[in-house]
């Protein structure tokens, strides 16, 4: 052979040459940083240990082939209506995928919606259920969605329940009704366990409610054999009569829905309704099985949604003709009544962004550890880390806040429960004993009011702009609908996208926030917040020189005097003003929380990881926070501003007199964890 052919190389083929070696997602409970951090910070440290076998477990469960294998066959096989039998017989039947069932099924066992209803665990049952919660979203195919409904119903029918032992009102029927349905929803056991629609929007209003062209009226009880009517169960069928068109109905294969209808009168009113009843045309026949026959209860399918993302998701126009229902509470009730709904669901709105986000950084950090270029790996690439180092510290924030919207809800959920003293301190809350009525009790029912639609705008606008850069990280491959559910990031982007929308766009959550600030309660949760944010900041931590050379008591100074600004901002300005800017109080409020939060969790351990997060959130936050959420909750400008915000010596314009070889040092720590030069490549 010569030297000539030895040389010349062979070229590639469909099966020769260069194999990109398939990146390794890990168990984010063990390879997760922000999780981690949120895990040790939210919990109490005899509860983390009671939890860690559960938690580990279902981290490395949402990544097995057979849970794979039903997310591909959820995306692939979207649900379809079948609406005419071989005989020319309306149905309206619906098809769901067995990847969407089999997801649903998995849901349902772990506990999504079971874990705070059985109250194991107290005020802490919410932040272990969402915990749970963010391993699943990104292997969920978004079951999640009726998840959320379904926890929503099940909490506002436990509390027409509570509200019914205190001082009766429900019939013997409705309690009946109420309780078998609560029952039901709140089950582990797939097979008669129940998910929840929630019918609001229609086409004249969107978030409006106020337009519902939905009408409701009782009526009297049918002669002859209608007389017993009744539900899928063999209960009675309500005594309300509803008749109206749903524009956008979020899990139609449920088995009941809450909606919104007018009573006579213009009332607009609550309604619970199962989705299905058993036929009459068949109670008598001899013929039919043990089990009668059912059929929609009064719904008709008009057509299912073509949509960006959630493609599994059986989304639907719905026509109601006599929907048998009952009302909850009184009528004209019913914005206070679906507002119990409403304020679960905005919880799962804000999770699922930070976990389908988490998944897509956790795809990220797999693919820089496999993939070369220029004859390196990605992780000795400076920019390529520096720039993973930015979403993780957007990341880190948007996960205390989430989680500490979680924790507010435990406590709101459990009120007068025994909490750890020391555990509230270090996140700024006082104990409270059940009845009181001072300031320490009011705190976290006035918190979770302020960051509910604030955290619901903010993580939903970093996800989708996240999930964009953790896209580009993967180049072409990132842009892929391939063939690897656990890889795909694409799917991840397409879903996130419509949690900006559900349960009210970004600027009807500012709006919702204005609300708030200049309401009748207004002032008191001002208050609430200025006591939160200054319990948290005079904890009084070491003052110490960080990795970037400033001092954080002075960035702590700044909080307190950003905490000042906002305040007067709010007070002097008149509530039209203030809508008018909502976008930026939601941003300038949204920066100052995640930095109290940030400095909360770097203070209670004197981590210097979490302290290099703190410094680099309000380094980078400083000048760019109002313009936040202009363009997604990230700042268009990551630079460290040019303009000092801090004094000489403290550290914003200091980060250029740090090696570089410490810069790139202290980036890979952030992304990759303690000790990231070897775990990086692990």
Known sequence: MSSASKSTPLPSSATTGFVQPTPQVANAFYEDEAYKRVFSCYLPTELQHTLTGDLARFGARVLEADVLRLVEDAERHPPYTKTWDSFGHRGDSLVTSE????????GIREGMVAIPYEKDYGPYS??????????WTGSSAIVTCPSAMTDGAARLLSRQLERNTASPSLSETERTVFENAFQRLTSRDPQTAWTSGQWMTERPGGSDVQHTETQAKRVAPASGAQEHRCDAEGLPLGPWSIDGFKWFSSATDSQMAVLLAKTPGGHLSAFYAPMRRRRQDLASSPTVAATPATE???VQIQRLKSKLGTRAVPTAELVLSDMRAYILGSPGAGVKQISTILNITRVHN????????????AVSRAFARVRRTGGALLIDRPLHVRTLAHQHVEYRAMMHLAFFLVTLLGISENDGETMPIDHLKLLGLGSRARGQENAGSLLPRHLLRLITPLAKAVTARAAIAGLAECMESLGGVGYLENEDPELNIARLYRDANVLSIWEGTTNVMADDLVRVLKGREGVAILASLGQWIR??????????KTTTGSLDVTRIQFLHRTLESLV???ESQSADSLRLNGRDI???LGWLVCGTLLAADAIRDDDQVAWEIFTRWLDRRATTANNALRGGFHAADDRVPSSPSFPPGSGAN???ALAVEDIIEWDCRIVFGHDARVRARM
């Open 568 to 570: 007067h901002d709010v």
């Open 654 to 656: 200091d980060v250029a």
């Open 126 to 135: 919410r932040v272990y259920q969402f915990l749970k919660y963010h391993l």
């Open 296 to 298: 929609l209860n009064g």
């Open 99 to 106: 990847g969407w069932r089999g997801l649903s099924a998995i």
């Open 535 to 544: 319990a948290v900041l005079d904890q009084r931590p070491v003052i110490k």
């Open 586 to 588: 939601l941003s300038q």
């Open 350 to 361: 804000v999770v699922s962004a930070v976990g389908l986000w988490g998944r897509g950084l």
